[in-house]
Nanobody, 123 residues
Framework: QVRLAESGGGLVQAGGSLRLSCTPT????????MGWFRQAPGKELEFVAAISWLGGRTDYADSVKGRFTISRPNAKDTLYLQMNSLQSEDTAVYYC????????????????WGQGTQVTVSS
């Protein structure tokens, strides 16, 4: 069973950039598709991006397309989310998640979750 730890969140001005990392512990990410989700105060958990086990397929929410990039340079190791042109609407707790099957945008289909990292964008 993989455990996940997010890092890289923080406070940034609108228009700025952040890179989130998701590091596995206990075992590597071999075979897992990965996703990023976020939850803003008072709102439901929202899909952000997902990537297949070997990185050949990526999916993005419409709200982040062209601004965010999900990547896993070493498929078994750390997952990244590069966030550019950040907006106040991007303020949320960001979670990485893993599932041992194909890419999915449905949070209910992910079995492993990190604790989350806070991203705050000031306008």
């Amino acid at each position: 069973q993989v455990r996940l730890a997010e890092s890289g969140g923080g406070l940034v001005q609108a228009g700025g950039s952040l890179r989130l990392s998701c590091t596995p512990t206990r075992r590597n990410l071999s075979g897992y598709s990965m996703g990023w989700f976020r939850q803003a105060p008072g709102k439901e958990l929202e899909f952000v991006a997902a990537i297949s086990w070997l990185g050949g397929r990526t999916d993005y929410a419409d709200s982040v397309k062209g601004r965010f990039t999900i990547s896993r340079p070493n498929a078994k190791d750390t997952l990244y989310l590069q966030m550019n042109s950040l907006q106040s609407e991007d303020t949320a707790v960001y979670y990485c998640a893993a599932r041992f099957y194909s890419v999915s945008y449905d949070a209910n289909e992910y079995s492993e979750w990190g604790q989350g990292t806070q991203v705050t964008v000031s306008s």
